[in-house]
């Protein structure tokens, strides 16, 4: 599965972004994760495919919402109230399968449960 990703950019400190991400093949589980420099690769937030299950890393609850549109097979990142230290190169990540709610909380943050990447977005946060 090819995974296109797009909508980053520049926002100053308490604006807002979206993500899409689309994908060409099936995406159970769609993911975003971000890269900031010298920094490890960091899991933001995932959800199933019927929705309604979201995952979040603690950082980033209340102010980012991901959601998913299986019509048109894109997931997309609204990311609110950002800060500078959101900066960073946001991946998508999308995995084949649908996995019981319990397998979905125990792996959804992990990197290597994904089989798809996309090309990453950058996202800069000025204060």
């Known amino acids: 599965v090819q995974l296109q990703a797009s909508g980053g950019g520049l926002a100053q400190a308490g604006g807002s972004l979206r993500l899409s991400c689309t994908g060409s093949?099936?995406?159970?589980?769609m993911a975003w994760f971000r890269q900031a420099p010298g920094k490890e690769r960091e899991f933001v937030a995932a959800?199933?495919?019927?929705?309604?299950?979201?995952y979040y890393i603690d950082s980033v609850k209340g102010r980012f919402t991901i959601s998913r549109d299986n019509a048109k097979n894109t997931g997309y990142l609204q990311m609110n109230s950002l800060k500078p230290d959101d900066t960073a190169v946001y991946y998508c990540?999308?995995?084949?399968?649908?996995?019981?709610?319990?397998?979905?909380?125990?792996?959804?943050?992990?990197?290597?449960?994904?089989?798809?990447w996309g090309v990453g977005t950058q996202v800069t946060v000025s204060s």
């Open positions: 959800i199933r495919w019927s929705g309604g299950n979201e």
């Open positions: 093949g099936r995406t159970d589980v």
């Open positions: 990540a999308a995995r084949e399968g649908r996995p019981i709610l319990s397998v979905f909380w125990e792996n959804a943050s992990k990197k290597d449960w994904y089989d798809s």
